[in-house]
């Protein structure tokens, strides 16, 4: 039986110069997609380019078919997103796109390779008149649907597919911006109380604006009166996409108890040509010194039966001295 459908889909995406290849498959069919010119490939890591609305660019991607045999692929538009963990992808093949993979159009929907012959495409991009400002990512998808073999032996369709990045900025205001929605604090002890305990932070981070940006966080963790009692390192946070964002988790060891902790997070943003003031959220956790607890309690019992036994002795001389 054959299973119409998509079992999985290899999606690379180029985070250097060298362009983006897909590992090869069962067919053992492998090609490459990078930013190209009419001339062939011109360097760039990704496709970044700037324009008005209502503006129509046009640029290229190299796909080289690497393998023995001609290769037809489909290739396309699409938009990208960040993952939970703030990593760049792209939308599934079946999702349509709405921004801007959608203002990308090329000649034809699919294009044969010789073998071992790179094909440089052009596509074109046509900025909506109502366009938002600020940054929109994409990428230009060459894909193959190849038929394969599942582990219950049934035969599958799997979309495998490679890509080249490109960001576009639309003219117009922009607003760089980045918050913390939430933060997150769980505090364990140690069962040796000399060792402290461990903080856990979670906070998340999204960008609100309309650029795409980078940044580091700090955690800063503090006790009564504002004591420091620890700081992590700068943490670099990966590209967030307008509307991305990620959920960062520390764990910070050796946090002594004192009753209450604080910690407050602070993220600096960057955009790749300015610094930006930095967004803080601080939140608090109850952090008992049970040792110490125990111990004044320990203390304070003492002190009470020491106290009772003195009265009791004291009561009892006076009865004897009445008795007398």
Do not use: C
């Not at 980045?178 to 040796?192: G, K, M």
């Not at 109850?286 to 607890?293: C, D, I, Q, R």
């Amino acid at each position: 039986m054959f299973v119409r459908g998509v079992l999985a889909a290899a999606l690379v995406l180029i985070l250097s110069p060298v362009p983006a290849q897909a590992a090869p498959g069962d067919s053992g069919v492998r090609w490459s997609v990078q930013p190209s010119s009419a001339k062939g490939p011109d360097g760039r890591d990704f496709i970044i380019r700037r324009a008005a609305p209502g503006e129509r660019l046009t640029d290229y991607v190299g796909i080289t078919n690497l393998t023995a045999g001609p290769q037809t692929f489909t290739v396309y538009g699409t938009d990208a997103y960040n993952t939970d963990d703030g990593s760049f992808a792209l939308l599934p093949a079946a999702d349509r796109a709405t921004d801007l993979g959608s203002w990308i159009a090329l000649g034809e929907k699919t294009y044969t390779v010789p073998p071992n012959t790179r094909l440089d495409v052009p596509f074109a991009v046509t900025v909506p008149a109502n366009a938002t400002p600020g940054d929109h990512a994409g990428g230009v998808v060459a894909s193959i649907a190849e038929e394969q073999t599942d582990a219950n032996g049934q035969k599958v369709l799997v979309d495998r597919r490679v890509a080249a990045r490109v960001y576009l900025t639309v003219a117009g205001a922009t607003t760089p911006q980045v918050t913390i929605d939430t933060v997150r604090l769980e505090y364990s002890q140690a069962t040796n109380p000399a060792d402290g305990g461990e903080m856990t932070v979670s906070y998340l981070v999204r960008n609100t604006g309309n650029l795409r940006l980078g940044g580091n966080g700090t955690v800063r963790v503090t006790g009564p009166f504002g004591w420091e009692l620890a700081r992590t390192d700068a943490m670099e946070l990966p590209e967030l996409l307008p509307g991305g964002s990620i959920t960062v988790t520390e764990k910070i060891t050796g946090v002594q108890p004192t009753v209450r902790l604080s910690a407050e997070v602070s993220v600096v943003p960057a955009s790749f040509d300015q610094q930006l003031p930095a967004a803080s959220r601080s939140t608090g956790v109850w952090a008992w010194p049970w040792a110490l607890v125990g111990l004044l309690g320990a203390a304070l019992l003492y002190l009470i039966v020491r106290l009772v036994r003195r009265r009791v002795r004291a009561r009892r001389a006076a009865r004897l001295v009445i008795d007398r």
